[in-house]
């Protein structure tokens, strides 16, 4: 690929485009802007900013994306998890609903930009491996129970806070006698209709009568439906006078320009949030990205992928929006609608521009409670129940991984449980990657094979030990090998050979090497040859390029059997005299 | 080993003790001890101590060393690098001679001490694998260098400062005008003459005739020898007046009761040097300890010396001393003297006890350039030029986290040195890990062997594909797993089966496990076969507790001959019409 259009996607699918990929790109926007304006509103609600931050996220950033993304068919914006993120990290600078709040949210958004384009642009994709699937899948658990939680006070009527659940449990008890029957007149209908809407209503509308791809589509609106009925039910039993929170003024118009933050003290409060909300963001983006793209055997590349999410990030920040992600919901409308190319998330961006500039005044009257109602159904879908009990049978390191991002998460918030989360999977990856596979191997009767000596019954003398290395040798185990191998020597007296059998050793590096020659030298010490065998090309090549080879105190065989065979012969011998262990300085 | 046993090893030991073990362990002590106090004192004052503190530091803690290590050999006490880790830390709390320097320097000791016996008793001695061997040596590096630069000021009698390289040479350009010519007419001499006694003495003593063991005792003394012959001068040309710094009055007595500070701010200021000169002290002790216990057939138990040397910690803390750990130079020089149980540590401290009663007015003249001329000629012998090079042809991965750990040590000071060499090392393992090693394979003809397609001649036909996994399945290759295969698949159309060939698979993680799910859901997708071959027992058991082997869309073969055999019979059948295709959702 030319290294233009490998920065510029849009250099490659842009030359094919033709009237019909058009169609269907503006049919699949006008489905996805639908869906997209409440969700917009809802989910800069959650994230503590007024709802028109979260159209001004939704428009600049799809057509950066549309530029630099390597996905047909991702739709970007706002999404429930970062939301809940970018709460947490403002809400630490400021509170809510002041200028430095907004001020943090969209510096936020620039330097979890920046992050991002740094890490593609170094081609470090490699890094979001540092999130095992146990533990994004406890975070995302622990979030979605973190958010509905979140929203309860909305549903309530009542002002309650805290970024942990006993906080927000606790601030909710505290306040509950303060709830306005009105707001939950709107909050637990709405709630209950979207629930309905998502789990029953195709089938209901199916059983009706309506066509299956109708009530799909009439489905799909549900969320629009309960934001004109609520709207409605407001003007009509006069709500706003009965204390029920509205949405208010929305500032009519394209996104301002705005400037992040260039204040060294804010940057270095915010910088491990934000590189918190770029790993995450960008782990679930590829995430549905390779999902989507492997149903039509497209293909996406993840570090252009980071380029594409920094730049979207970063006009989000100059367009005053925050940080934005590719969502699930979102992508699969998108792709299911029919988008064939990231150009229709350029024309969803234009829908979002339409609605900001035309729309606002008739969303004067939505309840704060329906926008909540709509939070909370999508988030429940993120509550994972399954994967511990899966977990629990399959390993139980995986397990504890992810049961304590669930429990940190929940406990001390979004930030502390993704790093609790990594922490916790790079230690158990640290403990068994230090005490590796290996085996004492014997020949398995009349074959060249050699198997191990506890599973099968094989030949062995009792002057030969042959180990059979089952992983590279790196600094995570060299110890380890250093410790095995002396003390199976250590068990033995008789002992005239050693052999490494290393078929399964694909790399040694330095700490390897040199704890090869440590073994080396106390084999040496005490009498013993060192040989190996099986020992791969490359692994080869790099061993003559140092000593060791020359200062082995034994041979290196091209075989185990070879080995064996030549090794197990040096018994019938009678043992040399004195002499010749003094002569080779092995006594 | 009972339990108590494995806690006290000195039950262990201590039941076989006789009359032998302890003339040779008394005739060590000596030894150790006339080396050991010079050593002390300086060191003390590496760390920015008063002298008398690097005393305390070589009483309690070898007791307590001796009753929890598992070394028969080590010799515990103050050692250069953990002095220089101490002087950093404790500098940044206070300056120094204030008595908050010396708190910060006894807490250091006890949070050391809790921070290792914590890691011994939760068996987290494997946490010392992070610090590989070319990070561990340019550490070592590049303390020597900062060591030896931070005694300059001694040997020139001036007054500079620094904590990292330029600092030190800055302050020292600035200062060198104030060069006092009595302290540099002791500090150049001293120090030419411990070089040589080091390089030179042995081989110049036999020549004179000496025997080779008196010669070589003779020039370890030598640094004894430059003491007493300072001290001569000092008194012989009243150097005092001159201008010549000297130890002075140390406290003559028994290490006094200390109690470490439960000051919370303090102790959160010093838990991270703490944990550092834990994680560095323990590495050095166990290389140590290792090397040593080898040369006789003796094991160690690294988790039961994580204990050990907190025991010493703690007893360090509480008798007004500094953190210790084993050291290397005076190790060797207890095993050589002949050594045999740990009863030669506790004498060791019987003698450094009767020094701090009887011997401290002896040193009163000492000059500091003497002690600043140990400290030169002992460290530059840490300072390895020749690792670099070995490095880069062996490993230019090994070789960054050499040069980076070299270059933060001297540029940042030891702690970011640390972390940094730590850092670099993980990022480079984690890279590493996420491209593992894999290949497309095909049968050698006329054999059941498979063999790399790239590298062999063998056989393959098209619509099967082939691939051998090198590694394990664990999160940090997951998403590389993915990847690999479906390049691997979009580049055959005609394909109809693929092989995964697990042999050298040990363990499956649960990402692991998704990630096959997910290959197995979109080869399934495009109507192509997936299969499993040689996967190891403990792995398939693993794998049936899963729904995994239900789901696949293909079978697991015993073995690989009989997978590719099999399919590749797949091929008689003419091709399926165009609808095959279409049914499949593949066109």
Known sequence: MPALARYFPILEWGRSY??????????????????????SLAYALLAGLPPVVGLYASIMPLVLYAIFGTSRTLAVGPVAVVSLMTASAAGAIAAQGTAEYLEAAITLAMLS????????????????????????????TASGILIATSQLKHILGVKAGGDNWPDMLGSLAQTIGDTNPW?????????????????????????????????????KAGPVAAVALTIVAVLAFDLAAKGVNLVGAIP????????????????????????????????????VAQTLAAKRRQRIAPNQELIGLGAANVASAFSGGYPVTGGFARSVVNFDAGAETPAAGAFTAVGIALASLFLTPLLFNLPIATLAATIIVAVLSL??????????????????????????TLLAGVELGVIAGVAVGLLLYLWRASRPHAAVVGRVPETEHFRNVERHKVITVPHV??????????????????????????????????????????E?????LESLEAINHRLGDGGIGMHLS???????????????????????????DRAFSELARDDGAPPPPVDHYLARGMI
């Open 18 to 39: 033709n009237r019909s990929v058009l169609t269907n790109d503006l049919m699949a926007a006008v489905i996805v802007t639908i869906m997209l304006i409440p969700q």
């Open 113 to 140: 930009g920046v992050m991002l384009a740094a890490l593609g642009l170094l081609r470090a994709g490699f890094l979001a491996n540092l999130l095992s699937h146990p533990v994004i899948s406890g975070f995302i």
């Open 183 to 219: 707001t939950l007149a709107i909050g637990i209908p709405a709630t209950l209709f979207l629930f309905w809407v998502r789990k029953g209503a195709k089938r209901a509308l199916q059983l009706a009568g309506m066509p299956p791809r109708a009530a799909d589509m009439a489905a």
């Open 252 to 287: 009519q118009g394209l996104p301002p320009f705005a400037l992040p933050s260039t204040d060294i003290a804010l940057i270095q409060q915010l910088w491990v949030p934000a590189l918190l909300i770029s790993i995450i963001g960008f782990v679930e983006s590829v995430s």
């Open 383 to 408: 509550v994972d129940l399954k994967t511990p009990g899966q977990l629990w049978r399959y390993s139980k390191a995986d397990f504890a991984a992810h049961v304590a991002t669930i429990g940190i």
């Open 465 to 506: 030990l042959s180990i059979r290395i089952d992983e590279s040798l790196t600094y995570l185990n060299a110890r380890w090998l250093e410790e095995y191998v002396l003390e199976r020597v250590a068990e033995r007296p008789e002992l005239r050979h050693v052999i490494l059998m290393c078929s399964a050793v694909n």
């Open 534 to 560: 099986e020992v791969k090309g490359p692994v080869m090549d790099r061993l003559h390029r140092t000593h060791f080879i020359e200062e082995l105190n034994g041979k290196v065989f091209l075989s185990q």
């Open 508 to 512: 040694i590096d330095a700490s390897g």
